[in-house]
């Protein structure tokens, strides 16, 4: 057993020295390799921070319900406690009319507008926070709420949370879809480029089969060769989004503070960077496979 | 005594329909030496390639130490091919790698510790005489040069079987002596070893068995 770790240890280090001595004939699998690796990655990385921006945007996604001027205390009690009392809601606060309007005062730095005002046109408002972030959830919790007696009006732009929400999850299929499609495109590359292995060092496989090598032995080589490549196109890939990341984020930034807003593109978690490596090699290494089945049984010794 | 080679009317049948060698049946004890004779096309390196699994039999079976090679799996060809020793009629040899590394290649094959099998490489170089060009590439070696290194590739991970198509082709009548008398010290130590050739004057010095054919059969 050791010394099948070991065999396997020398034939992985041959593959490695192999790939670095000819860094040519490999650099262009490679770069085609890297690139089919970073654009699903980018798309994911673009996606999820999107999403992570949205989370918080949406974490606090606030239902602010306006009273009917005529409202009176017991209405105000009622609809209080049945905010209390309801299952789908965090917590809530009341801002009364005067509130209302010494706020609206402050802020627009308007004092003394109360005292032109016989009645104060303000209403008074709950501002409720739901416990759900869904979109759907949140508009039926909406229209729940501005049915409650004496309630004017829920406001909530659900419709501007939907349409992100919804954009998201487009992001997210698409980037599914551009994953399987280069993740199928790997595996083929990978396959043509040990085909053309096999093919270029025919005799030498010839010969090793007549001498007693069992295919395991010849494909060793192979898929070595495989992993090494797809773990350094999966690096030069992680290389590039990270590079995609820096370069983009000022510019980002820029334009995100013109609405207040912090969104920051994000790079690959640790985690995340070892389940790329991982799955690079583990799809170089199918094509390698799939590729020696076929092509070493087409070579009988004669 | 053992058989190391069992045929029992054995049909050899190439595609397009040749027949190299019609119902044959014989067998090779253990530890024996045994020729092969017959003129050119008489079926001598089918035989041979029969008994190595590189070409399967017809009908008929093919059984080498035991094991019978019409039954076997072909994933299972290469293991029974690891207890052969084969010097091949037209080399084999690899042309991009050194003398050493062409010998190493059945070692790695079977997985030998590297540092041991440098010395095994080394000792079978030397005993045909190819020490002193274990660095140089095959293409610079001599024709005779080439058979011996063919002959070290094919002892150097001890077979207890040894195969060999015309070694002594092509070579001066010293040199194919020198070839015989090493096949014999091999014998010596156990191994069996099965020679073919055309020339037949060679093989009568050693009073050992010789299997004659003639157009894929026995010749009488
Ligand atoms: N791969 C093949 N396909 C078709 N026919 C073949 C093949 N190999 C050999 N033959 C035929 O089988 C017969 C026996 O060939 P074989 O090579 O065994 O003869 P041989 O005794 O080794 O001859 P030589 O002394 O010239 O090497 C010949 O008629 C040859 O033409
Ligand atoms: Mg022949």
Redesign the interface.
């Known amino acids: 057993m050791k010394?099948?770790l070991y065999?396997n240890w020398?034939s992985a280090r041959q593959a490695l020295v192999k790939i670095l001595r000819q860094p040519f004939g490999s650099l262009l699998t490679l770069l085609m390799l890297s690139i089919a690796l970073a654009l699903p990655l980018s798309l994911y990385l673009t996606v999820s921070s999107i999403q992570e921006w949205a989370g918080r945007l949406t974490a606090t996604p606030q239902i602010t319900l306006f009273m009917e001027q005529s409202a009176e205390e017991a209405d105000l009690a009622a609809v209080s406690s049945t905010l209390t009392k309801h299952p789908r809601i965090q917590s809530y606060s009341f801002v009364g009319k005067k509130q209302a309007l010494s706020d609206l005062e402050k802020r627009n730095g308007l004092p003394g507008l109360s005292d032109g005002l016989t009645d104060n046109p303000l209403p008074d408002a709950f501002v409720v926070t739901p416990k759900t972030l869904e979109p759907h959830e949140l508009e039926m919790l909406q229209k729940e709420l501005s049915g409650l007696p004496m309630v004017e009006t829920a406001q909530f732009d659900a419709r501007w949370a939907k349409r992100l929400y919804g954009m998201v999850e487009m992001g997210k299929q698409l980037t599914w879809f551009l994953g399987a499609a280069l993740g199928i495109a790997l595996v083929l590359v990978t396959h043509n480029a040990v085909r053309m292995q096999i093919l270029a060092r025919r005799?030498?496989i010839?010969?090793?089969?007549?001498?007693?090598?069992?295919?395991s032995?010849i494909r060793r080589p192979f898929m070595y060769h495989a992993m090494w490549q797809g773990l350094l196109a999966g690096l030069a890939a992680w290389g590039l989004t990270s590079w995609l990341v820096i370069t983009a984020n000022p510019a980002i930034h820029e334009f995100a503070q013109l609405y207040n807003e912090a969104v920051q593109l994000r790079g690959l978690s640790p985690v995340e960077l070892l389940v790329v490596l991982a799955i690079s090699a583990l799809l170089a290494m199918l094509g390698a496979r799939l590729a020696s089945d076929h092509h070493l049984r087409q070579i009988q010794?004669? | 005594m053992q058989r190391m080679i069992q045929f029992d009317q054995v049909t050899k049948r190439y595609p397009g329909g040749n027949e190299a060698l019609k119902n044959l049946s014989f067998t090779i004890d253990t530890g024996e030496m045994a020729f092969l004779a017959g003129h050119s096309g008489a079926g001598k390196s089918t035989l041979l390639?029969l008994v190595?699994g590189?070409?399967r039999a017809s009908s008929g079976s093919v059984i080498v130490s035991g094991q019978n090679l019409s039954k076997l799996r072909s994933?299972q060809i290469?293991?029974?091919?690891?207890h052969?020793g084969?010097v091949?009629q037209d080399h084999?040899?690899?042309f991009?790698r050194s003398v050493f590394d062409n010998v190493m290649?059945?070692l790695?094959?079977?997985?030998f510790?590297?540092r041991d099998a440098a010395r095994r490489v080394r000792a079978a170089l030397d005993k045909v005489g190819l020490l002193s060009k274990e660095k140089s590439m095959p293409i610079r070696l001599s024709g005779g040069e080439q058979q011996r290194l063919c002959i070290a590739?094919a002892v150097v991970h001890r077979p207890s079987l040894l195969l060999a198509d015309e070694p002594s082709a092509n070579l001066d009548r010293a040199y194919a002596l020198d070839i015989m008398e090493l096949f014999k010290s091999f014998h010596q130590v156990g191994v069996t070893v099965v020679i073919s050739a055309h020339d037949e004057t060679l093989m009568e010095d050693y009073g050992r068995r010789i299997i004659r054919l003639k157009e894929g059969q026995f010749a009488a």
């Open positions: 010394h099948f065999l020398q005799d030498e010839e010969v090793a089969k007549l001498i007693g090598a069992p295919d032995f010794p004669r | 390639k190595a590189i070409e994933s290469p293991y029974v091919r690891q052969i084969m091949f084999k040899l690899l991009d290649l059945p790695d094959i079977i997985g510790d590297r590739r």
